[in-house]
């Protein structure tokens, strides 16, 4: 039987708790939107012409690090510093677009068809990114627009998924899973590295497409809006998560409120600390495998391999904090309010001082790769902050929220690798980017110092909806 695989496997999944699938779901949905994100940061190298750099004084060229082989690896374009700045950048521009209007598009159609559809588009777009590259420069931005526009829409679904499957003692463990996608930057990396130099870096676009459409596939097979929508779960675990839940969730589709948010100190300390910890993600993201190669030394496939290790040691950390902070919640160690703040200690203030340390201290390349890992992988403890805080705040918004703040995080996408060409445009050694160092360490430390003045882990009054506006709304649904 054609299907009987299929068949097998769903089979197989109902005899494990339903919300567990859903998680595991979480993180590969994660994993593969970053796959399709990231790819670019190490394919670039092989898609563009050589440059001169000095590796701590001593002069190298990309030539030490396989640029005479460059050639075999595919076409190479005349994109220069800043050019790349923007191909790279480009991603972030589209993603910016769509996670604003994300969280409410998830509230009102539901996030398994909005997460579906992302992963499915962004496989042909990927697909279709050497044929972009052929086209030229700005062909390849538009390309990359596109993708992070449906990109925008993944995490504020998932946030919405997660305020519905997700008992408040078992939070933690699901806003870990969201580490899918640092998981997918410690996969793809090492595996484009490989991909470009043994069969080009047009297979390093095509492979991660494959993948993501078969991840597409399993998605609508494994996933529902809600344990109510689930055609599969055990009537035990849907009153389980439902009663845990209890009335923080409204099952009307109701309008975010605007103005409380706007003027609401928990919310706008969120805002800054999840922009910092955005910031140090998103540089590392799109400059970690440039620095590596070309300020290090690194070749492709090590700089690949290498400047992925700080985001499995941030994946591990990630579930090891998010363990730690569901353990204290469940014991009642310290309240929700004092385990956001306390574990801002964790998720942005050690990765900023470990910035300041690879100023002073990273003179050996294992050095600063082990240092910039260190850094990173405290930052695991933001499962534990900034990505479960919008859930604390109003649950019945937890996808609208959580959109606005990576709207606002996500510019730190462009504009970080602006910033990185603005000061290695001309040459790429360790004095050039100890100043964008010390620029991402700031931006760390001093976003945690407003969340512990002003933030909150208590359920805002804002939450709850307006009598006439539930009353609208139960109309809207009859």
Same mark, same amino acid.
């Given at each position: ?77 005349? @994109? ?83 305020s519905k499957w997700a008992p408040p003692d078992e939070k ?39 993948? &993501? ?5 399993? @998605? ?114 310290l309240g929700v309010t004092a385990i956001r703040k306390s ?89 050039? @980017? ?15 110092? &407003? ?28």
């Amino acid at each position: 039987m054609v299907y009987s695989p299929v068949v097998r496997l769903i089979k197989a999944s109902d005899r494990i708790p339903t919300r567990f699938n859903v998680a595991v779901m979480l993180f590969l949905a994660c994993l593969i939107s970053y796959m399709l994100r990231v790819n670019m940061s190490v394919n670039i190298l092989a898609m563009v012409p050589p440059i001169q750099s000095k590796a701590h004084g001593n002069s190298v060229s990309l030539s030490r690090s396989f640029s005479s082989l460059l050639p075999q690896y595919g076409p190479r374009y005349n @994109w220069s510093s800043h050019d790349q700045s923007i191909i790279l950048g480009a991603y972030f521009y589209g993603y910016l677009v769509s996670s604003l209007p994300a969280g409410v598009c998830a509230e009102r159609f539901g996030g398994r068809n909005m997460v579906g559809l992302s992963l499915a588009f962004s496989a042909l777009l990927t697909a279709l990114t050497p044929l972009a590259a052929d086209s030229g420069m700005w062909a390849t931005v538009a390309n990359r627009v596109v993708l992070g526009i449906l990109g925008g829409f993944l995490y504020p679904a998932l946030h919405n998924l997660i305020s519905k499957w997700a008992p408040p003692d078992e939070k933690g463990k699901f806003v870990s899973a969201l580490m899918g996608g640092t998981f997918g930057t410690v996969v793809t990396w090492p595996l484009v590295g490989v991909l470009i130099e043994t069969l080009g870096w047009s297979f390093a676009f095509y492979i991660p497409a494959a993948i &993501a459409a078969i991840a597409a596939a399993l @998605w609508y097979l494994m996933v529902a809006d809600s344990p109510a929508a689930h055609p599969r779960i055990r009537a035990d675990e849907q009153e389980y998560i439902e009663k845990s839940l209890g009335d923080t969730i409204s099952k009307s589709k109701l309008l975010p409120p605007v103005l409380s948010l706007a003027t609401s100190l928990p919310f706008l300390s969120l805002l800054v600390l999840h922009f910092g910890n955005l910031w140090g993600l998103y540089f590392l993201i799109t400059a970690a495998p440039k620095f590596m190669n070309e300020v290090l030394g690194f070749n492709l496939a090590k700089a690949g391999f290498l400047a992925a290790m700080p985001y499995l040691a941030r994946s591990l950390a990630a579930f090891f904090f998010g363990t730690i902070g569901d353990h204290m919640r469940k014991k009642s160690i310290l309240g929700v309010t004092a385990i956001r703040k306390s574990f801002c200690m964790f998720s942005h203030i050690i990765p900023g001082l470990f910035l300041v340390g690879l100023i002073y201290i990273g003179f050996d390349a294992y050095v600063c790769v082990a240092i910039i890992t260190l850094s990173l992988g405290f930052n695991g403890a933001s499962t534990m902050t900034n990505l479960q805080n919008s859930q604390d705040l109003a649950p019945n918004f937890a996808g609208t929220l959580y959109g606005i703040i990576n709207f606002v995080g996500t510019s730190s996408g462009f504009i970080s690798p602006i910033l990185v060409a603005h000061f290695t445009g001309e040459r790429s050694t360790m004095d050039e @980017w100890s100043a964008v160092f010390l620029i991402g360490a700031a931006v760390y430390i001093v976003p945690a110092i &407003a969340f512990v003045l002003f933030g909150s882990g208590e359920v805002q009054k804002w939450n709850e909806p307006a009598p006439k506006q539930v009353a609208d709304a139960e109309r809207e649904r009859t």
